[in-house]
């Protein structure tokens, strides 16, 4: 299937390993030159030259935390006109007891996971519409449809920013600009282990029984590609898709088992 998005121009966040290189590398795939954007320069660089290298795009690597409204700028000033931005804040899933977290982890959290993406939609959505062209994709968390004790900080952000952008996504759609947020599941990224190592520790339990249990309850029985993830990415941001705007899309072989 011919996407149409050869020769367009895409942001991508957190892109130096994980499900932001999956994305990067998918759209680079179908044509589109890319400028990622990630803490670490050195990942960034050699991610950024893995990618030009087999896929023959232009590939721009910004280091910087997308977090940061000043690097936010400098990412813009590389790619002053995107076509395309995906809003990957990184994976943060640490738990905390509701009595824990203090006003400033809240406020974090709403900045790094709301306002961060917020404040990049608004500053690329009016071009798009001028250009009658534009996605938008927010990557976010499969368990924002069913909350978890332990990460309210998480789900406040989280769910803050899949309102705004229904609502935001309603009134670009006119122009051909849709806003949709991706919910993975349990993806086999470094980010998936690290977080795991650290649920068996504080369960004085082992990485490989977490490993096994978390298997055991996906339908799918496995660990996805985070290829999986950047082809989804992809296709949402293709022409075949300017009819689909404002919707949360669950990625996450089955565990999420109700119907809307």
Sequence with gaps: MELGLRGRKAIVSAASKGLGKACARSLAGEGVDVTIMARTAADLQATADEIAAATG???????????SEADQQRLLAACPEPDIVV???????VP???D?????SWLQWLN????????????????????????IVNMSVSFIKFPQSGFAHSHAARLALS???????????????????????????????TNLHAHAKRGNTTYEAIVEDRKKNCP?????????????????????????????????????????
Excluded: W
């Design 220 to 260: 799918a029985g496995r660990f996805a590609d985070p290829k999986e993830c950047g082809d989804l990415v992809t296709y949402i941001c293709s022409d075949q898709a300017g009819f689909m705007t404002a919707q949360n899309i669950i990625n996450d072989g089955g565990v999420y088992q109700g119907l809307f």
């Design 57 to 67: 795009v232009s590939v721009q690597a910004v280091p910087g935390d997308f977090n």
């Design 112 to 135: 790094d996971h709301f306002l961060s993406s917020i404040t990049m939609i608004q500053r690329v959505a009016p071009g798009m519409c001028e250009r009658r062209f534009g996605r």
């Design 96 to 98: 905390d007891p509701y």
């Design 163 to 193: 309102g705004a952008v229904a609502a935001m996504g309603r009134d670009l759609i006119a122009h051909n600009v849709t806003i949709n947020t991706v919910c993975p599941g349990l993806f086999d990224t470094d980010a998936l282990h």
């Design 100 to 104: 824990a977290i203090d006003r400033e």
């Design 87 to 93: 809003c990957n804040p990184g994976v943060r899933q």
